[in-house]
């Protein structure tokens, strides 16, 4: 798939600074190819809220995928609110105070455990008789390679194991979930779908839907799609009576909008260090905490080319660095660096440490305006304490 930005320099002008920028054009290009693949498979596909939650876009999301996968009573409301299509809220533990909230707005629930299954089980269908119950399984065999991402890792909380797995709650229970995948290929997903399958499918006789979770990397430039179409295929024709579900977060918003900030001052201690109106730490914690180095538009490592700088955020943690690279031109004040990819994850998780301002929000529009959706003021600080 090819993908071109849209972002020029009278774009970059008119946008507030620090400011995330969705280029709709982008999106849409994700929301195609999942379209083609549920034509081609049957299956139907989530929004994992967890990981894109910019609901000023979901008027675009919403026309191509089924609803949205929540983690618990917020996203399950954002859901219900914005989106309003299914609504599938899994915790990897609910608190019985808001199982009546939660199951009102919530097409499908999924626990994690049997034991949470068979203590809310009955109050959540008293809420909503429609409701579909499902249970989160732990296929214990996942090719992340981090364990920070791995729900299958030794002793993990995420999902009961088949050892665990009590056949009590089959009466009420209509689906099985699991989520396995990180930014993975569909080669990986095969390898769990057996795994999934050869424990499982005694049980799938009595069940309306299993839910194949996240990390299937699908708009990623290589993802093997049509291995991915043949497995969904193949195994609806082996269990035709059954729903199956995707849930995407990192695959919706993957390469859909950038990070624009502003240079504020250079300084050289040894090395040139541009301060930026930013921060890594703040406004690119999954960056930190992945972690990976977003690429800068224009750049390369530091050496290759002519001018080296190390970016750095403008708190006073010593740390807030995004790494060093090297332009062709000298940065002087005022430019704008424009990071890479920063709408999936980034965003969700963004914080107002050190009081730093939150980027404004804008997306770019395909008929090319651009809408400032958001702009963050002091309240925001102030409201999150007391
Ligand atoms: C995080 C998560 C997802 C989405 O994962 P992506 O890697 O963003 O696709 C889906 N389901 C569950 C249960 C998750 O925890």
């Known amino acids: ?85 299914q609504t599938h809220t899994y915790s990897p533990a609910f608190k019985e105070s808001q199982i009546g909230s939660i199951a009102k707005i919530s097409s499908d629930m999924v ?52 050892k665990n797995f009590d056949e009590s709650i089959l009466e009420e229970l209509e689906g099985l979930h699991f989520h396995a995948l990180c930014e993975q290929d569909s080669s990986a997903l095969e390898k769990v779908l057996e795994v999934f399958e050869a424990n499982f499918k005694t049980y799938f006789k009595h069940l309306k839907w299993v839910n194949f979770g996240g990390g299937h990397h699908i708009t990623r430039d290589g993802y093997d799609v049509q291995k991915l179409i043949e497995l969904l295929n193949d195994f609806k024709s082996r269990y035709p009576h059954l729903e199956v579900y995707l849930e995407l977060g990192e695959a919706v918003g993957w390469q859909t909008g950038v990070l624009v900030a502003t240079v504020l001052d250079i300084v050289d201690n040894g090395m040139k260090s541009a301060i930026l109106d930013t921060s890594n730490e703040a406004h690119m914690p999954d960056t930190v905490i992945m972690p990976y180095r977003a690429d800068v538009r224009g750049s390369s490592e530091a050496n290759i080319k002519k001018f080296t700088y190390r970016l750095t955020g403008n708190t006073c943690l010593a740390g807030d660095i995004m790494g060093d690279y090297s332009f062709d031109k000298e940065l002087e004040i005022g430019d704008k660096i424009i990071f890479e990819d920063q709408i999936h994850y980034t965003m969700v998780k963004a914080t107002t440490f050190n009081g730093i301002p939150l980027p404004s929000i804008a997306i770019l529009r395909e008929n090319g305006e651009v809408d400032v959706v958001k702009n963050f003021d002091y309240d925001e600080f102030k409201d999150r304490l007391s």
């Open 1 to 85: 798939m090819v993908k071109i930005s849209r972002i020029n320099e009278q774009i970059l002008n008119t946008l507030p600074s620090p400011c995330w920028l969705l280029e709709e054009h982008l999106l849409r290009a994700n929301m195609e190819l999942l379209k083609s693949i549920k034509e081609q498979t049957g299956v139907k596909i989530l929004l994992a809220l967890k990981g894109y939650s910019l609901w000023s876009s979901f008027d675009v999301i919403s026309s191509y995928l089924d609803g949205c996968c929540a983690s618990g009573i917020n996203e399950a409301m954002l859901s219900s609110e914005e989106f309003k299509k």
């Open 111 to 162: 626990f994690n455990s049997p034991a949470q299954f068979k203590r809310f089980s009955a109050l959540a269908k008293k809420t909503n008789p429609s409701i579909s119950l499902g249970l989160r399984i732990n296929p214990e065999y996942s090719e992340s390679p981090v364990d920070m991402y791995n729900p299958c890792g030794l002793y993990s909380r995420l999902g009961t194991t088949l």
